[in-house]
């Protein structure tokens, strides 16, 4: 059974930078693509960040881009999202997610929700003006 922990939510305030953590058990993390989404209060949930297995792919929502870095430590199975400047448009509860890429390339990545078959509970993050 795999399971994602999310961590690193809280209050920020705008301009702050914030790290969200996510902790995956099992020992296939090396395997699995991962991502990071939010959902917004009142609003579908959307992509934010992807990473391949060996962190050669990344890829991020053009309302991140520039400001956030997905990072990955395959020793430790932590996936990590690091964010700068962030303001109230930010705020939403982060969901990390993994997807098996074993047999999809090296270089495989996802936007797609449906792609990804395992999902944490989510952290919130609230950033104040």
């Known amino acids: 059974q795999v399971q994602l922990v999310e961590s690193g939510g809280g209050l920020v305030q705008a301009g702050d930078s914030l790290r969200l953590s996510c902790t995956v058990s099992?020992?296939?993390?090396?395997?699995?693509?991962m991502g990071w989404f939010r959902q917004a209060p009142g609003k579908a949930r959307e992509f934010v960040a992807t990473?391949?297995?060996?962190?050669?792919?990344?890829d991020y929502a053009d309302s991140v881009k520039g400001r956030a870095a997905f990072s990955r430590d395959n020793a430790k199975n932590t996936a990590d999202l690091q964010m700068s400047s962030v303001t109230p448009e930010d705020t939403a509860i982060y969901y990390c997610?993994?997807?098996?890429?074993?047999?999809?390339?090296?270089?495989?990545?996802?936007?797609?929700?449906?792609?990804?078959?395992?999902w944490g509970q989510g952290t919130q993050v609230t950033v104040s003006a």
């Open positions: 990473i391949s297995w060996n962190s050669r792919v990344t």
């Open positions: 997610a993994a997807t098996q890429s074993r047999y999809s390339g090296d270089y495989f990545i996802s936007r797609s929700q449906t792609h990804y078959s395992y």
């Open positions: 099992g020992r296939t993390f090396g395997t699995y693509a």
